[in-house]
């Protein structure tokens, strides 16, 4: 079962977070065979983190909860707060199969946040730009809350428009980049 974790950075957590790298990477390590993608959200200055983001292949809810709540920087105070969703990946790829690589270009997260009828279930057409995409749904799978997806777009408008504006509650876009230890 494939599940997306945002967790969101409390303010003024920075200095812990940095304490922590080492913790977060060691742990995280622990899940690299089911790693679909990470990476931190960040600041419009580009630098400063403000979330960290994951989408993992676990075998049921209660290894999500325990992957999102046992996280050193979880555990640490470091997030004010952790969206954990099932999820399903409809590219069928990971973060590292993306075929416009590591670097280069504008990266975000985005989250649709919605209720009712399943909308942007079809994978966009232009799939070259996208890194993840796939529908949030309820913990047994069946009903669908929203839709996230990672992008590459020249600026945060043109990676909200990926979804339908009208048929969620809320569309959140978080710079994005690719995360882990570089090798």
Known sequence: MEFLCYHRDRPGSAALRDELLE?????????????????PTLADDGD???GSMH???L????????????????QAGV???VLLRRWRNTLGRTMWDFPGGRTGGNRYLVLG?????????????????????GPLLSDNGTTWLGTAA?????????????????RYADI????????????
């Open 23 to 39: 913790e977060h990477w060691s742990y995280m390590d622990r899940y690299a065979k089911e790693m679909i993608a990470r990476g």
């Open 48 to 50: 400063t983190p403000t």
């Open 55 to 57: 989408v993992v292949d």
């Open 59 to 74: 075998p049921d809810p209660a290894a999500a909860r325990a992957f999102a709540f046992d996280e050193p920087n979880y």
């Open 79 to 81: 997030y004010r707060d």
């Open 113 to 133: 946040l919605g209720t009712g009828q399943a909308a942007d279930l079809a994978v966009p057409p232009d799939r070259d730009e996208l890194i993840a995409y």
């Open 150 to 166: 990672l992008v590459r777009a020249p600026d945060p408008e043109t990676a909200r428009a990926i979804l339908t504006p009208d």
């Open 172 to 183: 959140e876009v978080h710079n994005w980049q690719f995360g882990g230890r570089q090798s």
